[in-house]
């Protein structure tokens, strides 16, 4: 057994995460890199360090997701999703359950409640937002963002949702309220049923094929027929079909 193999067999016992559904180059390069950083010689001297101090385990966990999110990232999508997705979806119900996967720093499910918002007033959306990493849902909850996530949200948007704070800008109260935060293992934890849309974008790039098999099949299972998937540009689904989907749009999957 390499100690990579009995690391993760540890790492899984500790925390059930099970990183051997991650693609192995990208994920044990990532780490190494990591655990050299930090002084470590091998993946067995790098457990027992995260094994007895949070930090470092917090830090691993951070390392482990992929932190790179901005608001309305590959904009085209959005405008597809304004005006095609959402009526679509609003015509068989006016209150609609979403939920954004693997949600990072919060840039996505604000996207989505800012888009909606044009389509439905505020008391009425609600979306769930998760992620593996209670660090970054932490800074989520906060909603303060940096100019340079913020270059393709129009200006209206801008204007109206965001409060200037210098080289920073605030997500007003109103947005935040529409967006409830939870930790979740898209690998291991239920999911829930009935939505009407799930977002989930440039994350399954770093999963094995069996691992995107279980989560796809998931997600079809958690989609009202008619619901719509939501997924990265760099993530078309070959095999709709496989998982109950119709294309519906580029990138969006829709519920058969």
Known sequence: ????????????????????????????RRLTSLYEKRGFKNFNDYYLAIHNDKQLLDEFLDRMTI???????????????????????LSANKKLKIWSAACSTGEEPYSLAMVLSSHSPLKDISILATDLDSGVLERAKVGLYSE????????????????????????????KK?????????????????????????????FTEEAKDQ?????????????VLFVGSTEQIFNPSKY??????TFFYRKI
């Open 1 to 28: 057994m390499t100690d990579y193999t009995d690391f993760i067999q540890k790492i899984n016992k500790k925390t059930g995460i099970d990183l051997s559904l991650y693609k192995e180059a990208q994920m044990k």
């Open 215 to 227: 989560i796809y099949q998931g997600f079809s299972k958690a989609l009202r027929p008619g619901g």
């Open 148 to 175: 340079r996530s913020l270059k393709e949200v129009p200006k209206v948007i801008l204007n109206k949702y965001f409060i200037n704070e210098g080289q920073h800008y605030q997500v007003k109260d109103e947005i």
């Open 178 to 206: 529409t967006v409830q935060f939870k930790q979740q293992n898209l690998l291991n934890d239920p999911y829930g049923t009935g939505f009407d849309l799930i977002v989930c974008r440039n994350v399954m790039i770093y």
């Open 67 to 89: 932190n790179v999110s901005e608001f309305y990232r590959n904009s085209q999508r959005w405008d597809v999703l304004d005006k095609k997705i959402f009526p679509m979806l």
């Open 244 to 249: 109950g989907f119709e294309s519906e749009e």
